[in-house]
């Protein structure tokens, strides 16, 4: 079945830590969003691409970087520079109407700092 | 700067009431608004409304756009516990969704 797979599902991470969240996508997707989301919050866009090599920054890019290497992967890389970066994640794709018809999303990954 | 703001934040009644969420938006570019019902992990898609489809209708649940105020509503009938999510309204713009912040809806029994 196609869909959009992040893991972990939960992640810990040390003060000054930096730690990586994955998302891969079997959709045959052009575009790659990743959003973060705090309890009783929206979604917030953190990066977006939409292709290969290229990506964009969202409203809060800052303490976050990604990369866009092959088209199914797009991994979120969560710095020490980030000051609070416990928060709920989400991985999500769109095909070529762009954000037109919706997203996939993936199932999260919770990420706390302990 | 793409806005979308949703209204109430939280809301909680009892089973069986008619509840209505709220969506207004200032984006450039729009092209969809939809509306998603999060439990507890990856959003789900309940409606998708453009210009040329301002009304959507499925089982208890029922939406519309109004494009002249900017502005959409999310109306549940007869509410089930199971309706209890957070539901967020996102508008498609040039290249993204934009969210809102959500409106956390408890259903008590």
């Known amino acids: 079945d196609g869909g959009i797979t992040q893991s972990p599902k939960y992640l810990f991470r040390k003060e000054g830590q930096n730690v990586t969240l994955s998302c891969e996508q079997n959709?045959?997707?052009?575009?790659m969003y990743w959003y973060r989301q705090d309890p009783g919050q929206g979604l917030r866009l953190i990066y977006y691409?939409?292709?290969?090599?290229?990506?964009q920054k969202g409203d809060i890019a800052e303490g976050y970087s990604v990369s866009r290497e092959k088209k199914e992967s797009f991994p979120l890389t969560v710095t020490s520079a980030q000051k609070n970066p416990t928060a709920f994640y989400l991985c999500?794709?769109?095909?070529?109407?762009?954000?037109?018809?919706?997203?996939?999303f993936g199932s999260g990954t919770r990420l706390t700092v302990v | 700067e793409d806005k979308v703001v949703q209204s109430p934040l939280s809301l909680v009644v009892h089973e069986g009431d008619t509840v209505t969420l709220n969506c207004s938006y200032e984006?450039?570019?729009?092209?969809?608004l939809l509306w998603y019902k999060q439990e507890k992990k990856a959003p789900t898609f309940l409606f998708m409304l453009?210009?040329?489809?301002i009304e959507k209708k499925s089982g208890r649940l029922s939406s519309i756009l109004d494009k002249k105020e900017l502005s959409s509503i999310l109306n549940i009938t007869a509410t089930q516990t199971g309706d209890s999510a957070i539901y967020l309204c996102?508008?498609?713009?040039?290249?993204?969704?934009?969210f809102g912040q959500g409106t956390r809806l408890t259903i008590n029994p």
């Open positions: 999500a794709s769109t095909g070529p109407t762009g954000g037109l018809y919706g997203y996939t």
């Open positions: 959709l045959n997707h052009d575009a």
């Open positions: 691409s939409q292709i290969v090599n290229d990506f």
């Open positions: 984006v450039t570019n729009f092209r969809s």
């Open positions: 453009t210009s040329s489809g």
């Open positions: 996102a508008v498609g713009g040039a290249q993204k969704l934009v």
